[in-house]
């Protein structure tokens, strides 16, 4: 939202220098009937400098009332004929016309030729704050807005100045918001996007190591079984060569059978289930390798299966009348008493 001008687009070196040609010329006319101002029209008029100042700080430096307060009328008229000339309205603060004429009306308040400069200069002034304010410098523009009001406290410019000062300072603060806020929406995206992502990639890690375990336990299935095929074959070919000897064929039997431990977590929840382990029984009776191949709910009760199942104690499969390691899978269930 832009921020038109409050006053018509002159130009302001040429409006400034037929001011300050005109002040100067009144000044010296004011200067025989004012003794206060004796100095008024001494130098002649040169052509007005570029209104730049007002871009400069809104603060006054710490001296710069003490150093008005020292200087006599006579001084500060000069100062502020040099000020005009150097078209130094208002800005910067502390060594402007505006202020060095209200030194002299605070020094001698009837100073004619004071007054008519700050009545004359006043629409001028109001130019350069409305081009302050177009700069966006807000604060030195209040500054210069308050010291327009020391001069002429109703004049109807200062409310114009003010609203368009006030309207400017809501848009910046708007703008600033707008960007505020777009950047939050930037993060908050980025860090969405980088949130999926992990997600997906854990994800793709427990699918590969799922399938990983699956393929390790059909591997060992099928190493057991062409073990048990070799020893079948070698038992055949003896049995052709010399009678039959008297020989025990058994499956694993378990002697002795841990419970597993409820997990804490699903009882407080009245989780239930049920995990399938496939795991080794070794030629003395021990289990090893014992891993999940199967579960519902998924890694609930896993752990409490495995502990289990590996402290179990069996009597090893034998093959003819030979202790022999097989694999062996049994389902582990997981049930709260009084839900049948």
């Known amino acids: 939202m832009a921020i038109e001008s409050v006053f018509p687009r002159a130009n302001a070196r040429f409006g400034?220098?037929?001011?300050?040609?005109?002040?100067?010329?009144?000044?010296?006319?004011?200067?025989?009937?004012?003794?206060?101002?004796?100095?008024?029209?001494?130098?002649?008029?040169?052509?007005?400098?570029?209104?730049s100042a007002s871009a400069k700080p809104a603060t006054v430096a710490p001296n710069a009332a003490d150093r008005l307060a020292t200087m006599s009328v006579d001084q500060l008229m000069d100062h502020a004929q040099k000020a005009l000339k150097e078209d130094r309205l208002v800005a910067p603060a502390g060594d402007n016309a505006f202020e060095y004429y209200l030194a002299v009306l605070h020094k001698s308040p009837n100073n004619r030729a004071a007054q008519d400069a700050l009545r004359e200069t006043f629409p001028y002034g109001a130019q350069t704050v409305d081009q302050t304010i177009n700069q966006g410098n807000y604060a030195e523009a209040q500054r210069e807005i308050d010291l327009l009001a020391k001069a002429d406290p109703t004049n109807y410019t200062l409310t114009i100045l003010r609203s368009k000062l006030d309207a400017a300072r809501k848009v910046a603060t708007q703008q600033q918001q707008a960007k505020k806020a777009a950047a939050l929406a930037q993060t908050a995206t980025a860090a969405a996007a980088a949130a999926q992502k992990q997600q997906q990639e854990q994800i793709a890690a427990a699918a590969l190591k799922q399938r990983q375990e699956q393929a390790a336990t059909a591997a060992a299935l099928r190493q057991q079984q062409e073990?048990?095929?070799?020893?079948?074959?070698?038992?055949?070919?003896?049995?052709?060569?010399?009678?039959?000897?008297?020989?025990?064929?058994?499956?694993?039997?378990?002697?002795?059978?841990?419970?597993?431990?409820?997990?804490?977590?699903?009882?407080?929840?009245?989780?239930?289930?049920?995990?399938?382990v496939a795991f080794t029984v070794n030629p003395d009776g021990s289990v090893s390798n014992a891993h999940v191949t199967d579960a519902e709910p998924r890694r609930v009760f896993d752990r409490a299966a495995i502990d289990a199942v590996s402290r179990w104690q069996f009597k090893p499969a034998l093959i003819n009348g030979r202790p022999t390691a097989v694999v062996v899978k049994r389902r582990i269930e997981f049930k709260l008493s009084g839900n049948g």
């Open 227 to 276: 073990q048990q095929a070799a020893v079948a074959a070698t038992a055949r070919k003896a049995a052709v060569v010399k009678a039959p000897a008297q020989t025990e064929n058994r499956n694993a039997q378990v002697v002795r059978q841990v419970p597993a431990k409820y997990p804490l977590q699903a009882a407080r929840n009245g989780e239930q289930g049920w995990v399938d």
């Open 16 to 51: 400034a220098a037929a001011m300050v040609a005109l002040l100067c010329a009144a000044l010296a006319a004011c200067s025989g009937s004012n003794q206060s101002a004796p100095q008024a029209a001494k130098a002649p008029v040169a052509p007005a400098k570029a209104a």
